[in-house]
């Protein structure tokens, strides 16, 4: 059976009502682990939009590179947050993931890359996604609407399989189980994975407008994400209807 961290602990045993406002405990959470170390939260989730950023200054591949390695960074962020809070608690740890679950992680974070360019294509042509490939940003200002929706639109495939990376990297699963209970978290808890995300993408979509909101995203998204997947993962031992064990 899963136990959470100290670090989480408005939870009770047992799982709450599945409702849209399930995603209210779980930013209420995610606020609270990151005011237990505010500094360190802040460095951990900015981590991977700094290597991002350097990435992008090579040329030619550099868009696409940083696509590829920034999400192993993130699943190194989300590891150490976990091994911060476990210290506090009696979830069990496992060691850094394998290069299975890097290539996994990895392969994701193309998925989300394809389908933002292929939205950004849909709104404002192929030869806007060509530059934003290109890291040609001259030839998309003005194209700042498009662009907010873009941002927002990889939401939806994080929203899908974002579970089942976390599951990968904290909880040590192999493929096959990390899916399943991904499915099974979908299925269980749709109305506040919904209400979480919708959050996010609006915020997500806000940065075209206010840049200084990533200040606020990148802490909140890993912070109220790890205590999602606890309390998700929590709820699991005590549902008969689970796809799988999480240990």
Not at 24 to 47: N, Y
Not at 207 to 230: E, N, T, V
Request: glycine share 10%; aromatic share 10%; proline share 7%.
């Amino acid at each position: 059976m899963t136990q959470v961290p100290a670090a989480v602990t408005a939870y009770p045993a047992r799982p709450q009502p599945r409702g849209p406002g399930r995603a209210w405990h779980w930013l209420r959470q995610g606020l609270a682990l990151w005011r237990s170390g505010i500094w360190q939260g802040l460095l951990l989730a900015l981590l991977p939009l700094i290597f991002e950023g350097l990435l992008q200054w090579l040329p030619v591949v550099g868009l696409v590179l940083s696509k590829l390695l920034t999400p192993l960074v993130g699943a190194l962020s989300l590891w150490w947050l976990h091994r911060r809070c476990q210290r506090a608690g009696s979830l069990p740890v496992h060691g850094l993931p394998g290069w299975p679950v890097a290539v996994v992680v990895m392969l994701l974070g193309l998925v989300v890359f394809a389908w933002q360019l292929a939205v950004l294509a849909l709104l404002a042509g192929p030869g806007s996604a060509l530059s934003l490939l290109q890291g040609d940003m001259a030839a998309l200002a003005g194209l700042r609407w498009s662009l907010a929706l873009m941002l927002a639109s990889g939401i939806l495939p994080a929203a899908l399989l974002g579970l089942m990376s976390s599951h990968l990297v904290l909880a040590g699963q192999p493929l096959r189980a990390a899916w399943r209970w991904n499915w099974w978290a979908l299925q269980r808890y749709w109305q506040p994975l919904l209400a979480w995300h919708l959050l996010l993408a609006m915020l997500l979509a806000g940065l075209l407008w206010w840049p200084w909101l990533l200040l606020l995203i990148a802490p909140l998204g890993l912070h109220g994400s790890y205590a999602m997947w606890c309390d998700i993962a929590s709820g699991q031992a005590e549902d008969g209807h689970a796809a799988g064990s999480c240990l």
